[in-house]
């Protein structure tokens, strides 16, 4: 019953390291977001598409970059990790907003640490 | 600026009801969702709310107020498994969603 999945729960990584987070969806949505969580923050979006080979920035993408070459499968890329990008990252999938309540469909999250 | 109001953390007990209170100040409103989130697992849907009125769900309810701008979920007959954290969001006029902090909730026999 598992509608997004992401690749990777936890991973550690060295400062420096390229980093690859992978999420697919099978729900045939055509909006899929990265967000990022912090305790006592809410999700901050990172980035987010809303079709193949499309991409939007969000409220926090610097060092971070994204692909979707298929439309099930969204990347979240950190050219370069540092430790301030030590977090819980989120991906969701959801149909179009202007669509009244598009509800968003989280994977359970990759955990990542930056040493 | 756009802010979400949640309280950090609150404590229940098995059996009772809890309120969860949600204020807002965002550029626009449409719509307000409630998630619910155990730990180390994904966000799941709860409740939407976009006219002023009641939405209920079983145990679980929530209510919206646009003009004092503020929602509350409100759970009854607690159970242990509603131990969790419960994140309030806001789509604003340009259909962003804004994210609280989320509330975390203790359940006590």
């Known amino acids: 019953d598992v509608k997004v999945t992401q690749s990777s729960r936890y991973l550690v990584k060295r400062t420096g390291e390229k980093v690859f987070l992978e999420c697919v969806q099978d729900?045939?949505?055509?909006?899929m977001f990265w967000y990022r969580q912090d305790p006592g923050l809410g999700l901050r979006l990172i980035y987010f598409?809303?079709?193949?080979?499309?991409?939007e920035k969000g409220d926090i993408p610097e060092g971070y970059s994204v692909s979707r070459e298929k439309k099930e499968r969204f990347s979240l890329i950190l050219e370069s990790a540092s430790t301030n990008q030590t977090s819980m990252y989120l991906c969701?999938?959801?149909?179009?907003?202007?669509?009244?309540?598009?509800?968003?469909?989280f994977g359970a999250g990759s955990r990542l640490t930056v040493l | 600026g756009q802010n979400i109001d949640q309280p950090t953390e609150m404590t229940a007990t098995e059996g009772a009801i809890v309120q969860i209170n949600c204020t807002y100040q965002?550029?626009?409103?449409?719509?307000l969702f409630w998630y619910q989130q155990h730990a180390g697992e994904a966000p799941t849907f709860l409740s939407y709310?976009?006219l002023d009125g009641l939405e209920e769900k079983g145990r679980f309810s929530s209510v919206l107020s646009r003009t004092k701008g503020y929602s509350y979920l409100l759970l009854k007959e607690l159970q242990m498994k509603d131990s969790a954290s419960y994140l309030c969001?806001?789509?604003?006029?340009?259909?962003?969603?804004?994210w609280g902090a989320g509330t975390k909730l203790i359940i006590k026999p």
């Open positions: 598409s809303y079709d193949v080979k499309m991409k």
């Open positions: 729900m045939d949505h055509e909006n």
């Open positions: 965002t550029s626009g409103f449409n719509g």
């Open positions: 969701a999938s959801g149909e179009g907003a202007q669509s009244g309540a598009n509800v968003l469909t």
């Open positions: 709310n976009v």
């Open positions: 969001a806001v789509y604003d006029s340009n259909y962003q969603l804004i």
